[in-house]
């Protein structure tokens, strides 16, 4: 998420021309925070706000290391840094949570900035159905639910539907139910899943109805509410339930020059909904006869290591548009030449890694440009919908988009992923190990 946008160069004192100053904020263990370093090192001067004891800003890296969550400490932390080393000319945050903190320190700093309840608005599934209904764009019937009571009837309800978390991404507790006794088996999953963490919204959920179709995802910038297309992704798998894993991501999309154009319309009046102005967009739509439905749009680039696809015909990278937007340059696109695609790998269940076998075999796929495998032995893995990760990615290119999704393909059939179960020792209430151990004291013999 960018807010704030300057000139590219900034004139210091007897007219010296220095680069501009940029502020990025990244959440821990961020997989953004990396390529948008590089990027941003390569056209401002850098200073990281990040938090924890173990990140990059203790690696020497001028940075600040902050407790993200509490706002006044930030700015009285950056206000002391513009004191030693001059204003920020734009901040940029990154994943959901930094572009949560960039989009509330940007007004106290004096930077424009998409408002922060736009971006609460994004983060909310709920909030957002209601934008997007009350603006007029295609959205599924919905309801929510409080989960920290009593239900209403649920037996009347236009099945098949689907369950979600309000606050949560990467698919995490999103559950197809198809009747009233599913329904009622996936609020009870959720709600263990959330318990009563007041980290986060753990006490509502959205029903809404399914939507057939195919699905795609957006990837965009915008520049005072209009948008600009960077890439459109074909997920060629049918995402039918009863979970909904992100897998394959392939572009450029196979849609016509008028549906895609059609898709850019209903984004743009979608992220004007939630009142996103400036900076990237990732949004995810389904199309079927009915039209363009708007599943979510989130106010950040692309998650993971999927945005390694995006490589312009210009040369430059994902993060090299969005730093150049952040400080105020022109943006210009160029197409690709041939297709690209990525597999988000998807854990196969329960269990503790043990190796990964294949791994050779698919890197030698004709096509395949990596295989990453970001679990490691001695991990425990969780599936979807009480998880939160991939074990890794599978990247290729080739001429055309059927031949990289064969070429994913392929190479994910060759891994083989072993996993030995999960043991936990049963806990027991005090009382009943109290009178347990009592027991088997009278049992033993006595010396």
């Not at 007897?14 to 502020?23: F, S």
């Not at 603006?135 to 236009?158: E, I, N, R, T």
């Not at 984004?267 to 900076?279: D, F, N, P």
Request: net charge negative; proline share 7%; charged share 20%.
């Amino acid at each position: 998420m960018v807010v704030g946008r300057a000139a590219a160069a900034v004139v210091a004192g007897a007219g010296v021309i220095r680069q501009p100053r940029l502020l990025l904020v990244a959440p821990f263990g961020s997989y953004r925070t990396a390529p948008f370093l590089a990027a941003a090192r390569a056209r401002a001067d850098v200073v990281l706000v990040s938090e924890g004891t173990a990140n990059v800003v203790s690696s020497g890296l001028p940075g600040l290391r902050l407790p993200l969550h509490d706002l006044d400490a930030c700015e009285r932390a950056v206000r002391a840094e513009v004191d030693r080393g001059g204003a920020f000319q734009a901040i940029l945050g990154l994943d959901d949570w930094g572009a949560e903190v960039a989009g509330a320190l940007a007004p106290r700093l004096g930077l424009a900035a998409n408002p922060p309840q736009a971006l609460a608005v994004a983060r909310r599934k709920d909030w957002a159905r209601a934008a997007l209904q009350a603006a007029g764009v295609l959205v599924p019937w919905h309801q929510v639910l409080a989960l920290d009571g009593g239900l209403p009837p649920l037996s009347d309800l236009p099945y098949p539907l689907v369950l979600k978390p309000v606050a949560s991404s990467g698919s995490r507790g999103v559950m197809r139910v198809d009747d009233e006794a599913g329904l009622r088996a996936g609020i009870a999953r959720l709600r263990g899943m959330l318990g009563r963490d007041e980290r986060v919204v753990w006490n509502r959920a959205l029903i809404e109805r399914f939507v057939p179709g195919f699905e795609i995802a957006l990837e965009g910038l915008l520049t005072g509410g209009v948008l600009q297309t960077l890439a459109i992704f074909d997920k060629p798998e049918p995402l039918d339930g009863p979970f909904f894993e992100e897998t394959y991501y392939i572009s450029p999309s196979r849609l016509d020059a008028a549906t895609r154009e059609a898709l850019r319309d209903c984004v743009e009046r979608g992220a004007r909904a939630y009142g996103l102005r400036e900076g990237p967009i990732h949004a995810e739509c389904r199309l079927n006869a009915e039209g363009i439905w708007v599943i979510e749009i989130a106010a950040r680039t692309i998650g993971g290591l999927c945005a390694r696809l995006l490589r312009f015909g210009t040369g430059l990278s994902l993060e090299d548009l969005v730093v150049r937007h952040a400080l105020g340059e022109e943006v210009a696109v160029g197409a690709r030449e041939g297709a690209a695609g990525v597999l988000m790998i998807p854990i196969p269940g329960l269990g503790i890694l043990k190796r990964v076998e294949g791994l050779m075999a698919a890197d030698r796929v004709p096509g395949v440009v990596e295989v990453v495998i970001d679990a490691r032995e001695g991990q425990e893995l969780v599936p979807l919908p009480e998880g939160a990760s991939y074990l890794g990615f599978i990247f290729a290119e080739g001429p055309d988009p059927q031949m990289v999704y064969e070429a994913l393909k392929t190479a994910h059939g060759h891994l083989r992923f072993v996993l030995a179960p999960v043991w936990r020792p049963a806990v027991m209430p005090a009382g009943e190990a109290a009178a347990d151990a009592a027991t088997t004291a009278k049992a033993m013999p006595q010396a």
